[in-house]
């Protein structure tokens, strides 16, 4: 039978797989509903900067033929997939949402990316972020913002927002993001959806173009904790492109029915009183609590006691990195190019001027000034001291727990504009820039809507270094006391119909 749009929207990870399994309908079938609802969703949300239907189409012939000949199918066999834009993939362009890359090319296929196909995943496209993943909104991106699917008046988060948007409108499956300080489990939280940032060096970022190299962290956003447990089976494990890789045994599907009786959950009374957190995200936050007890849990209380100074060394390391890592863009080997340059230098000043937005030269000028002599004793150097202290406090607080539960955002998806302060939009992570800092895994969980503002609300489940399936373990008991909560947002009406 044919796939409606409808139902292709509904459907999870695994069925899909079992679907195609059963023939109950065809790869190509589900294939032709998702571009069939990119088409009706996608120019209200914009969440798509590359639609890749002839990719996407002999993906699924080559799960289609498996089906016909009964081979067995792969984990992710006719599941639809977006890319964040940072991730190459042959026949697409890489251009991280900049105008300094709106044509290159993509030379090769990220090993993330490539896994995931591998797997058997349907490649949908690429998707919208903030400029080069500077950012906590999509407001940056050069070719325009993408609108949060739960109301199109607000961000969909960042830099991730494209992939939180695509998984929340129901036009991809699962998606793959970046996270540096954040920017898979804010807008994870922002859309309604499950995003999850592994330990560093759980997955390969071979291929995923740099930011902040010793924070970033590839990761999968899906509708529910066993979707993104089955993309990350898929991608995770040690690759000799990247020497920070790891080898990976552990199966995080395998994990999901273990529940949570006799683990230890440690609360943070801080973050429950920090400073501008809005008062129904700490109702969220307690009323996850209280199920976690109900369902056998131990809450400990615990203390990050250097952790209120994450956010500090983070805007050290991260501009110092990002400017080194886009110190590469010099309109010569590649890059946009300004007409008119009358020598080389002139030819480098006008290209990167015009070429990078106001946030990517705010950090680059910033990560210049600190990098400088006379400066870097006094600001980077500290900068990674503070990174010491903070990996240690999460050591020691793992001594007495096997998972930590925090908040994700101070607040619920802000209206476009909204922060045009950049240090109020940078305070909006001040909850997920610790575990970047440190090396920690987390996952922003849906835990229900803001009784104030009726938008989605997350709660933060951070685990050990690789011990993720700490994470999953909780995060998943979690998920199954929250049956009630709605996982695909309202706002993209008129898109039921039809069959592809």
Not at 177 to 196: E, K, L, N, Y
Not at 340 to 363: C, H, I, M, T
Not at 449 to 456: D, T, V
């Amino acid at each position: 039978m044919a796939i409606s749009v409808a139902d292709y929207r509904s459907l999870s990870a695994r069925a899909i797989r079992d679907g195609i399994a059963r023939a109950d309908f065809s790869a190509c079938e589900v294939a032709g509903a998702a571009l069939a609802a990119i088409e009706a969703i996608d120019p209200r949300v914009h969440a798509f900067l590359e639609v890749t239907s002839k990719l996407a189409h002999e993906a699924a012939v080559r799960i289609d033929a498996l089906r016909a000949k009964d081979q067995p199918l792969p984990a992710l066999a006719g599941v639809p997939i977006g890319f964040k834009d940072n991730m190459n993939l042959l026949g697409t362009r890489t251009t991280c949402a900049s105008r300094m890359l709106a044509d290159y090319a993509s030379p090769y296929t990220a090993t993330c990316v490539g896994r995931s196909l591998a797997a058997g995943a349907l490649p949908l496209g690429k998707l919208n972020m903030d400029e080069f993943a500077f950012g906590s909104s999509t407001e940056t991106s050069c070719f325009g913002r993408t609108h949060n699917p739960w109301d199109l008046d607000r961000v969909p988060g960042g830099s991730s927002g494209g992939s939180a948007a695509a998984v929340a409108a129901g036009m991809a499956t699962v998606s793959l993001g970046s996270d540096t300080g954040g920017s898979i489990r804010q807008p994870a939280s922002f859309c309604g959806v499950v995003g999850f940032k592994p330990t560093y060096g759980v997955v390969s970022r071979y291929g995923v173009v740099a930011f902040g190299s010793s924070l970033d962290q590839v990761g999968p956003f899906g509708r529910s904790v066993a979707d993104v447990a089955t993309t990350l089976d898929a991608i995770a494990g040690r690759d000799p492109f990247d020497c920070t890789s790891q080898e990976c045994a552990t199966s995080f599907s395998a994990v999901l029915d273990a529940g949570v009786e006799g683990m230890r959950v440690g609360i943070i009374p801080a973050y429950l009183e920090a400073k501008g957190v809005e008062a129904e995200v700490v109702v969220a936050l307690k009323g996850a609590m209280d199920r976690l007890e109900r369902c056998g849990a131990r809450l400990v209380e615990v203390e990050l006691p250097n952790a209120k100074a994450a956010l500090s060394a983070y805007y050290v390391i991260g501009p110092c990195e990002a400017f080194s890592n886009l110190s590469r863009f010099d309109s010569v080997r590649y890059g946009y190019r300004a007409p008119g340059a009358r020598d080389l230098g002139d030819q480098y000043e006008k290209s990167r001027a015009d070429g990078f937005g106001p946030e990517a030269v705010r950090r680059i000028m910033l990560g210049s000034y600190l990098l400088a002599s006379g400066v870097y004793d006094t600001y980077y150097y500290p900068a990674q001291q503070v990174r010491t202290l903070i990996t240690q406090d999460y050591h020691r607080a793992f001594e007495q727990v096997d998972a930590l539960l925090a908040p994700v955002s101070p607040r619920t998806a802000f209206k476009f504009g909204e922060l045009a302060d950049p240090t109020a939009m940078y305070l909006s992570d001040i909850f997920t820039i610790p575990i970047n800092i440190a090396g920690n895994g987390g996952m922003s969980l849906p835990v229900g809507r803001g009784e104030a503002s009726g938008l989605p609300v997350g709660v933060q489940v951070i685990g050990p270094q690789f011990r993720d399936e700490n994470i999953f373990r909780v995060a998943a008991a979690l998920e199954r006391c929250y049956p009630e909560i709605e996982r695909l947002a309202p706002a993209v009406e008129g898109v039921e119909g039809g069959e592809a």
